[in-house]
Antibody, heavy 126, light 109 residues
Framework: EVQLVESGGGLVQPGGSLRLSCAAS????????MSWVRQAPGKGLEWVSV???????YYADSVKGRFTISRHNSKNTLYLQMNSLRAEDTAVYYC????????????????????WGQGTTVTVSS | EIVMTQSPATLSVSPGERATLSCRAS??????LAWYQQKPGQAPRLLIY???TRATGIPARFSGSGSGTEFTLTISSLQSEDFAVYYC???????????FGQGTKLEIK
């Protein structure tokens, strides 16, 4: 069964750090694009970061310089290291398999985020 | 930055009727548009990608259309399990950006 399970959320003070994990089963993290998406309480969805199968990483402007996405291939796990946390980072964080890519001819395509974890809650508060 | 605007914010429809949800992009996103369904306390679920292709396991009553800046999600005959919040999302490869709309809440009339 294809599945993602997040962990690592919790309560942290402003300026603190937290590392989220996303363990995958049924497919290989390193062979896919993987994204983090967050949802503040009562709000909509916000894309946070993506790591390509080749290792390139990209971030939303709101987290650039503070968050780092990475993966551990042998553990088949995705991570999100969050530093200098702010109150506005409070959200449920989801990891998702990202079906974007590029053909051999250089054409970009997007097939959506088709597998999602259940989410882990991060609360930034003093 | 591409802004995605969904309308209406809330849509009240009776079971068995058709629901039509709209999503507009501030600039062309070609067909790089996905739709998701989210129920309370659950993760989003991919319904449509490429503006009009149903994801695996999605019932045929869900259909997507549009390209460029105007997109529509249609649910042909609403079932009780379809009442949820729906989000559209665009993908742009340069600069890399994924942007969600603010969502449409589909509620029982």
């Amino acid at each position: 069964e294809v599945q993602l399970v997040e962990s690592g959320g919790g309560l942290v003070q402003p300026g603190g750090s937290l590392r989220l994990s996303c363990a995958a089963s049924g497919f290989t993290v390193s062979s896919n694009y993987m994204s983090w998406v967050r949802q503040a309480p009562g709000k909509g969805l916000e894309w946070v970061s993506v790591i390509y199968s080749g290792g390139s990483t990209y971030y939303a402007d709101s987290v650039k310089g503070r968050f780092t996405i990475s993966r551990h291939n042998s553990k088949n796990t995705l991570y999100l290291q969050m530093n200098s946390l702010r109150a506005e980072d409070t959200a449920v964080y989801y990891c998702a398999r990202d079906r974007s890519g590029r053909t051999r001819g250089g054409v970009y395509y997007y097939y959506g985020m088709d597998v999602w974890g259940q989410g882990t809650t991060v609360t930034v508060s003093s | 930055e591409i802004v995605m605007t969904q309308s209406p914010a809330t849509l009240s429809v009776s079971p068995g009727e058709r629901a039509t949800l709209s999503c507009r992009a501030s600039q062309s996103v070609s067909s790089n548009l996905a739709w998701y369904q989210q129920k309370p306390g659950q993760a989003p679920r991919l319904l449509i990608y490429g503006a009009s292709t149903r994801a695996t396991g999605i019932p045929a009553r869900f259909s997507g259309s549009g390209s460029g800046t105007e997109f529509t999600l249609t649910i042909s005959s609403l079932q009780s399990e379809d009442f949820a919040v729906y989000y559209c999302q665009q993908y742009n490869n340069w600069p890399l950006m994924y942007t969600f709309g603010q969502g449409t809440k589909l509620e029982i009339k």
